[in-house]
């Protein structure tokens, strides 16, 4: 009796001592296998035979699957109490995310509760740590959909990585200006450089912070405004920063932005009489505030198309007269423009 006693005591410790979890593994062609993948686990302290620890895992559920910017590797763990979130980690290679996913698994297997004077130990080193994070640099080449502002709002996130990205835009401009000449439009030419920041939460959720900065340089003219007795050519640059907000911003579809800037610049006028020759030569400087609205589809990884509309408010006025003094034509104090465009992102 006591033998027998002895034997039925003895049966669940040998039981629990050779439990083996459960493991699914899924991955796509040309990955490392599902032994490699153990290897990798149980290389970093975890192991799926053998004594567990309390409240470690007793099932895995891993796959690994190709995207376009690299791989998504996602990892589910289940126990005697519940099972986890779904875990994701992206990676520019099946390896790394192969390598992030067993750094976690390890710790699933061999759950323990934490205590401020227990020793590191070598499956959760600052390296591996970051290698298991959620989102990696490869990512952030990826898609960046703003679904709010930053600001000062406090936005609660759950356990895992931040990631910080921008998204930057080069844009050239071609359209025209009004208000230069009277009752005529002139030439305008523009290049203009944005930079968006991003803080993408563990989710995935993206929002934009702060405001966006906006430099622009303009080329204006050459135009030619004639009288009966008299004409003037006029060309000049100008060059303006501003900040702008926007209510949509998809870095692989439509962005819309709202622009507040000031600038400067310099406008050359050529006075002429009736028969060609210069009478006067002249450099106007120009001051201006101006508020806009630009528009921009991404048609892809890289390219973009753009459409700029504005309206600037000159600090003052110039024009070109005649040698007698007399005014051949006036600009006007407010000026508005209109320009398409087409551009780089990343």
Known sequence: ????????????????GTDRVTL???????????ADFEAAVEARGGHFAGHSAPGSAQALRV???AQDTGFLGTLQATNEDATSALREVHGATCREVLDALAVVSASALNHRTESPSAEPTPDSTPAEKAQAAPASAAEGQGRLRATGHVLNARIPVSAGTLRFDKARAV?????????????????????????????????????LDGVIPRLHMSYLGPATYHTVDASAEV????????????????????????????????????????????????????GFAGLGVESQYNLGALLHLGLKLGVDFMADTFGAERPDGSAIF???????????GIGLHF
């Open 63 to 65: 796959a690994i699957r």
């Open 235 to 286: 060309q000049g640059f100008m060059v303006g920063l501003g900040v702008c907000w926007s209510p949509i911003y998809d870095t692989r579809g439509l962005i819309a932005v709202l622009c507040g800037e000031y600038g400067a610049g310099v406008m050359r006028i050529k006075s002429k009489d009736a028969a060609g020759e210069v009478t006067r030569d002249k450099n106007a400087g120009l």
């Open 330 to 340: 006036q600009s006007s104090g407010v000026m508005g423009y209109g320009m398409l």
């Open 171 to 207: 844009t050239l401009f071609a359209g025209a200006q009004s208000g230069v000449l009277p009752n005529q439009l002139v030439p305008r030419f523009g290049l203009s450089l944005t930079s968006a920041s991003f803080v993408t939460t563990p989710e995935g959720k993206s929002l």
């Open 24 to 34: 699914v593994y899924e991955a796509a062609a040309g990955c490392p296998s599902e």
């Open 1 to 16: 009796m006591v033998l027998g006693a002895l034997l039925g005591l003895s049966r669940p410790a040998f039981a629990q």
